[in-house]
Nanobody, 115 residues
């Protein structure tokens, strides 16, 4: 059974940094991509960043230059380094894993940025 365990969320002041981690277990297939999405109450979940197995990255325009996604293929773990955080980055952040047949989601971790 695939499980995604996220960690690293919390409360930080604007301008600060946080690092999110997501470790996948129960993987018996090839992972094509991993990534992070976020959701603000009342809004749809939106893409933050993704990274393929080969290391190709994609970022939302709102986080380019501030967030960096990386992954450790051997550990099936993806990271999101978030710098220069803004109040508008406040959201629940979800880890995503793309397999060959379906996608998997973590339970979400809250990131709150105070002014």
């Amino acid at each position: 059974q695939v499980q995604l365990v996220e960690s690293g969320g919390g409360l930080v002041q604007a301008g600060g940094s946080l690092r999110l981690s997501c470790a996948a277990s129960g993987i018996t297939f090839s992972i094509s991509a991993m990534g992070w999405y976020r959701r603000v109450p009342g809004k749809q979940r939106e893409l933050v960043a993704t990274i393929t197995r080969g290391g190709t990255t994609n970022y939302a325009d709102s986080v380019k230059g501030r967030f960096t996604i990386s992954r450790d293929n051997a550990k099936n773990t993806v990271y999101l380094q978030m710098n220069s955080l803004k109040v508008e980055d406040t959201a629940v952040y979800f880890c995503n894993l793309q397999g060959s047949i379906r996608a998997y989601w973590g339970q979400g971790t809250q990131v709150t940025v105070s002014s």
